[in-house]
C-alpha cells in the first residue's frame, strides 16, 4: 500500500509536535558503494521508502569524520562528513531530496566529548600541563603521593575508570571510552564553537538536532566523589542513570547552555528543533530539558523501560503526560534505539517477542506527541544476540561484556543471500552479519503482505496521518475501565472518537462498544456485537 504524505515540506512551525521521526543508523541502514558500510547516498536512494511508510523526519546518527572507536559519537570534525559515508556535497544532495519528499532531517550533535583524534585534544596533549589548550578539556593532577591515583572515583558509562593518565602524569576525564575526553562546558571557546556547528548545519538546511548525552556537559564543580564505584562495593554508577543523582550529570548549569542554544534555533524559518538524550533521577527534572527557552523534546526512556505490564505502561505514560501538560511540551515516546536491545526481544522474543512489539507499536502511535521509529523496527527486526565476540565493535564490550551490536546490523531489505540487499546488486559485505531468518523479514518480503510487520506499521502511520483524533490538536488521553490487565485509552476530535485497547491480561479480552476496528496488530475475531483480542495484542477502534 502506498500512503500519500503531504509534499513538498509542509510550513507548520510546529511540525515535531506530533512528528513520527525514523532512526536512522547511519552505517546500518544502506550501503550503496558495496564497502559494507552505510551512507548518506544509500539514505538518499532509500528516501522514497521511507516516504511510503510514512514516516514525518529522519533522525541521522553521527557521519561526522570519527575515527568510529564508538560508532561515530567519537567525532573529529564536526563540520565535515567521514569518507567512509560520503561528503558534504552527499548530505546537501540527500537533504535536497528528502525536503522534496516532505521528509525533514534532525542531526546528531556530540558536545560532551569529542574524539581524541580531534585537532583541540591533540593540541591539549602536545602543549602540556597548565597551557590554554588544556584549559578546553577536563585535565586534572592525579591523588596519592605521586599522582598516581585518578583525581577522583567517576566511572566511565562503558565501565572502567572516567579517568585516563597521560604520559607527563596529568589525568584527563572521559565519561565513555578514552577516545572520547569530556569538553569543558565552563570554557567561552567550547561554548562558542558548538554555537558555531549548530549554525553550520542550520545553514545546510537540518530540521534539528538530537542532543547525544545532553544531561553531561557541566560537571559540578570540584568533581567531588560519588562515594562509590564498582572497584569499592561492586555496585555500577551507570546504574544510577535515570534514578539518582551523579556529580557529573543532571548539573543545574547545563540549562544555561541550552537557554543559549534556543534564540539561534528560533533565528531560522521552519521550526528548527532539538531533542534531548537526557538522564535524569526524576521525570520531573527530565522534564527541566523542554520548554519554549530550552529544548523541544526529551525522550521518554521510560516509556522504552516499561516492563510488558498494564500498570507499567499506565504508570509511564500519566507521569509523561502530566509532565508535558506542565511545561507545554510534547510527549516524546519511543520503543527502541541504537543503545538498547530492540523491543521484540526485550519484551520476550521470538513469536511472543513479536507480538508484544507489534501491539507496544500501536499504543505508542495513538498516544499524543512525538513517536521515534528505530531503523528495522517497521520490519519486526529482533535484537541479534547470537554475534561471535570479535566482531562486536561496541567499545562498552570488552569493559562491561555487555554490547549494543545486537541492534545494530545491517537492514534486510531484499533477495535470499545476506546481507539482503544492504549493499548494490551482488555485494557481500556488510560490517555485521545478518542472520539466515532476516530473509523472510526483509522490506521486499513482507511488502504487501497482509498482515506483516511492515505493512502493520504503513497501515497505522497512515491513519495516524489523517486521523483527526490523532493530529496534534486533538483531544487528550481518556483512560477507560475495561478490566484487568487491559489497557484502553480514547482520544477525540468532535464527534469522532478513537480508542486504543491492548490488551496485557493473559487471557483474549472482549472489546465491545468503542466501533469499528481500523488497525489491529493480530487478526480480531467478532463476538456478538464486540470483538475478541487475542493476548498481547491491540487495536484501534473508531466511532463517531
Ligand atoms: C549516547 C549515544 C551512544 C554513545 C554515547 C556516547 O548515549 O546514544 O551511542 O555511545 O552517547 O557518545
Redesign the pocket.
Known amino acids: 500500500m502506498t500512503v500519500s504524505n503531504p509534499s513538498p515540506l509542509t510550513s507548520d512551525d510546529d511540525w515535531w509536535r506530533s512528528a513520527v521521526v525514523y532512526q536512522v543508523y547511519v552505517r546500518s541502514f544502506a550501503d550503496s558503494n558495496g564497502d559494507g558500510v552505510g551512507d548518506l547516498q544509500g539514505i538518499r536512494e532509500r528516501l522514497p521508502y521511507l516516504h511510503d511508510l510514512g514516516v514525518d523526519a529522519l533522525w541521522l546518527t553521527p557521519f561526522y569524520t570519527s575515527p568510529m572507536i564508538?560508532?561515530g559519537?567519537d567525532v573529529a570534525d564536526y563540520r565535515d562528513v567521514d569518507p567512509m559515508f560520503g561528503t558534504l556535497a552527499d548530505f546537501d544532495a540527500m537533504i535536497t531530496d528528502a525536503h522534496a519528499l516532505g521528509l525533514r532531517i534532525i542531526v546528531d550533535l556530540?558536545p560532551?566529548?569529542t574524539s581524541s583524534a580531534h585537532p583541540w585534544f591533540q593540541a591539549a596533549l602536545a602543549a602540556g600541563p597548565g597551557s590554554a589548550e588544556r584549559a578546553r578539556y577536563l585535565f586534572a593532577e592525579g591523588k596519592g603521593a605521586n599522582g598516581e591515583l585518578p583525581p577522583n572515583d567517576w566511572e566511565s558509562i562503558f565501565g572502567g575508570p572516567a579517568w585516563t593518565r597521560i604520559d607527563d602524569g596529568q589525568w584527563y576525564l572521559h565519561l565513555?571510552d578514552p577516545a572520547?575526553p569530556d569538553l569543558n562546558w565552563r570554557h567561552p571557546e567550547v561554548r562558542a564553537e558548538f554555537e558555531g556547528v549548530l549554525r553550520f548545519w542550520l545553514d545546510r538546511g537540518v530540521d534539528g538536532f538530537r542532543i547525544?548525552?545532553a544531561h553531561g556537559m557541566i560537571k559540578a564543580e570540584g568533581l567531588p566523589d560519588v562515594g562509590f564505584n564498582s572497584m569499592t562495593t561492586g555496585q555500577r554508577q551507570a546504574e544510577l542513570l535515570g534514578k539518582g543523582r551523579l556529580p557529573y550529570f543532571d548539573q543545574d548549569e547545563v540549562h544555561d547552555i541550552y537557554r543559549a542554544w534556543r534564540p539561534i534555533l528560533d533565528s531560522y524559518p521552519g521550526g528548527r528543533m532539538a531533542v534531548a538524550?537526557a538522564w535524569a533521577e526524576t521525570p520531573q527534572r527530565l522534564a527541566r530539558y523542554i520548554g519554549p527557552d530550552e529544548l523541544h523534546q526529551a525522550f521518554s526512556f521510560d516509556f522504552l523501560d516499561a516492563t510488558w505490564s498494564a500498570d507499567s505502561f499506565r504508570k509511564v505514560i500519566d507521569t509523561a503526560l502530566a509532565e508535558s501538560t506542565i511545561v507545554g511540551a510534547p510527549t516524546t515516546w519511543v520503543l527502541s534505539?541504537?543503545?538498547k536491545q530492540r523491543h521484540v526481544t526485550r519484551y520476550g522474543d521470538g513469536a511472543e517477542g513479536l507480538r508484544r512489539a507489534r501491539a507496544a507499536t500501536l499504543l505508542m502511535l495513538a498516544l499524543p506527541g512525538c513517536a521515534y521509529l528505530y531503523q528495522g523496527e517497521e520490519l519486526g527486526l529482533p535484537e541479534v544476540l547470537d554475534l561471535p565476540d570479535e566482531l562486536r565493535q561496541d567499545p562498552a564490550f570488552l569493559r562491561t561484556g555487555e554490547s549494543?551490536d545486537g541492534c545494530r546490523v545491517p537492514i534486510p531489505w531484499s533477495g535470499e543471500l545476506a546481507p539482503y540487499g544492504f549493499g548494490p546488486a551482488g555485494s557481500e559485505l556488510s560490517w555485521l552479519p545478518a542472520p539466515a531468518t532476516w530473509r523472510a523479514l526483509s522490506v521486499a518480503a513482507q511488502s504487501g503482505v497482509p498482515g506483516s510487520t511492515l505493512e502493520l506499521y504503513r497501515t497505522a502511520l497512515r491513519i495516524r496521518r489523517e486521523h483527526p483524533a490523532l493530529a496534534a490538536d486533538a483531544g487528550e488521553v481518556t483512560w477507560l475501565e475495561a478490566g484487568p490487565g487491559v489497557l484502553a485509552f480514547s482520544r477525540t476530535a468532535g464527534d469522532t472518537v478513537l480508542t486504543c485497547v491492548v490488551n496485557i491480561s493473559g487471557a483474549p479480552a472482549l472489546v465491545d462498544g468503542y466501533g469499528a476496528p481500523i488497525a489491529a496488530s493480530e487478526p480480531l475475531t467478532g463476538q456478538g456485537s464486540g470483538h475478541l483480542l487475542r493476548v498481547d495484542a491491540a487495536a484501534w477502534f473508531e466511532r463517531s
Do not use: I
Request: charged residues 35%; proline residues 0%; without cysteine.
Open positions: 564508538d560508532g559519537y556530540v560532551n566529548h565513555f572520547q547525544d548525552v538524550e534505539n541504537h543503545d549494543r
